[in-house]
């Protein structure tokens, strides 16, 4: 049974920084596609960022984090981070990551979320 517990949110200051972590078990994500993506209350979930692997690893990122949150994966403890600094009031929402496994189509499985907020 594959499970993806994020964990790392909390409460920061504008302008912090802090790191999230999507932990896999059950399953070797190594060559999987992870994606980070958020939830702020009353908004629709929206995509943050993603890693991809095909050869090396892909990177891609949301416009309003690109230069400011970065996506990483650590193969031996089978996890992904995404490194968020200079945190904005607007990037407080749940942050969730979800998997899609090696040549398949779509996020397979979720994580329970994290919550960030960021205080002006």
């Known amino acids: 049974q594959v499970q993806l517990v994020e964990s790392g949110g909390g409460l920061v200051q504008a302008g912090d920084s802090l790191t999230l972590s999507c932990a896999a078990s059950?399953?070797?994500?190594?060559?999987?596609?992870v994606g980070w993506f958020r939830q702020a209350p009353g908004k629709e979930r929206e995509f943050v960022s993603r890693?991809?692997?095909?050869?090396?690893?892909?990177?891609y990122y949301a416009q309003s984090v690109k230069g400011r949150f970065t996506i990483s994966r650590d193969n031996a403890k089978n996890t992904v981070f995404l490194q968020m600094d200079t945190v904005k009031p607007e990037d407080t929402a749940v942050y969730s990551c979800?998997?899609?496994?090696?040549?398949?189509?779509?996020?397979?499985?979720w994580g329970q979320g994290t919550q960030v907020t960021v205080s002006s």
């Open positions: 059950g399953r070797t994500i190594s060559n999987d596609t």
């Open positions: 890693i991809s692997r095909s050869g090396g690893n892909i990177y």
């Open positions: 979800g998997l899609q496994p090696f040549r398949s189509v779509g996020y397979a499985y």
